[in-house]
């Protein structure tokens, strides 16, 4: 969709996307040669996580691990990167463990209000199309998603809609698929997406009209590819299947 989104933007004006200097082949190919320590990495984790060596949690650490190795060995990484890389993470991690905490509180004080049990029996009892209150969760998440952030607004409202959604016979996999696609859009959908005044702070010169307008071809890109997962579902369940 970001594909198709990006050439349609470049058809009607070429100036959106100026053509590069003509390279060879061979000189594409010897491109690949500084990004083979990517790939490794990559292939290690998915070969890991594939053959149950180690769980998909694991293999962010193990993951971590053999870049910040490469990263040494290739001598890309200085005690000035590490100490920042460290700082950094420190920082987000705190972050993180904050939000885990109070959505484990929430959780707790869910369970014992039974909210979202009562909840998923109220709407699976509805005499309306489930699809129509698929529609409404999307709508809900488009508007968390300019107020929240994606990790708080997964782990709070997860316990709430997992069992309604199940409740409606969806299957719990696309399900969460579809949340991460739709937290996603919610993100960077105008005017208050979180994101996009992550890119305002990284870019101050740039108005904030020009990134609305620049963001919207691929917001709806996204809606039409939310759209095509909720009316194909084994598009998104058909690896998983095979797997």
């Known amino acids: ?9 470049c058809r009607l004006n070429p100036a959106k996307g100026p ?5 060879t082949w061979r000189q594409k190919l010897g491109s690949l040669r500084a990004s083979w320590a990517i790939l490794l990495v990559f292939l ?5 996580i594939y053959f149950g060596i180690f769980s998909a949690i694991e293999a962010a650490g193990i993951g971590a691990f053999v870049a910040f190795v490469f990263g040494v060995a290739r001598r890309r ?14 920082q987000t991690t705190g972050m993180i463990f904050l939000i885990i905490i109070g959505a484990n509180i929430f959780g707790y004080f869910l369970a014992l209000s039974r909210l979202p049990a009562g909840l998923a029996e109220f709407m699976t009892g509805l005499p309306v199309s489930r699809y129509l209150i698929l529609f409404i969760v999307f709508v809900m998440y488009l508007f968390l998603g300019a ?12 316990p709430i809609f997992y069992p309604v959604m ?26 208050v997406g979180m994101n996009l005044f992550v890119i305002q702070g990284l870019v101050p010169d740039v108005p904030t009209r020009t ?6 071809p691929f917001v709806i890109a996204d809606i039409l590819h939310v759209g095509l997962l909720c009316a194909f579902p084994m598009m998104a369940l058909f690896l998983v299947t095979v797997l």
């Open 44 to 48: 290690f984790i998915i070969v890991g």
């Open 211 to 216: 990134l609305i307008r620049g963001v919207m």
């Open 19 to 23: 053509a590069g200097p003509k390279t």
């Open 77 to 90: 990484l200085r005690w000035p990167q590490i100490l920042a890389s460290l700082r950094d993470t420190t």
């Open 147 to 158: 107020i929240m952030d994606e990790i708080a607004m997964v782990l709070i409202t997860v």
């Open 166 to 191: 199940v409740g409606l016979g969806f299957d719990s996999v696309w399900f969460g698929i579809f949340i991460v696609r739709v937290s996603q859009l919610g993100m960077i959908l105008p005017p």
């Open 1 to 9: 969709f970001y594909i198709v989104t990006i050439y349609l933007i």
